[in-house]
């Protein structure tokens, strides 16, 4: 799977116009192809995105939309309904966390954490049916923006 995600989006970038500020493709970042240094690690972002969307696909709720990689999908999907913008949010803390599946929180266990928070959102304190879906539960090191982080061991 990894080898088809990375021609794709080898693919992506290379229809993009060299040495023209442009968007970098999945998930919407600006670049210029061809001249900025960032545009490996961008490339690998996108990788990972869309590793990380089709395990959701997998992992996720059923009934879940796929998970938005970028800003405009995003905004597209956080006001829809609560399992929404759960999803929403789930993608933001992903994305601060380098889209990294293996360590961040499953969907259930983050979602409940984040309706747990007295900083959740009216839409999602306001559904019955999320509220008994995941009913809430603390979870560690939820910051604002419900970004989850992990405790951050100092001194070193």
Known sequence: MR???????????????????????ILGSSFVPGEDPEEP????LAR?????????????????PP??????ER??????DALGHLVTQFSNSLEANGWDIKSHPS??????G????????????GDDSILKRYPP???????????????VKLGH
């Open 3 to 25: 080898s088809i995600i990375e021609n794709y989006v080898g693919q992506l970038f290379r229809e993009r116009p060299p040495g023209k500020l442009c968007q970098s493709p």
């Open 67 to 72: 998970l938005p990689l970028s800003g405009h």
């Open 107 to 112: 969907f259930e266990a983050y979602a409940r």
């Open 114 to 125: 984040v309706i747990a928070s007295p900083l959740a959102a009216d839409i999602v304190r």
């Open 137 to 151: 539960r603390e979870l560690r090191y939820i910051l604002s923006g419900m970004i989850w982080r992990p405790r």
């Open 75 to 80: 905004s597209d999907l956080k006001y829809k």
């Open 41 to 44: 690690a961008l490339k690998e």
């Open 48 to 64: 990972r995105g869309l590793v990380a969307r089709e395990w959701f696909f997998l992992h996720g709720p059923p009934d879940a």
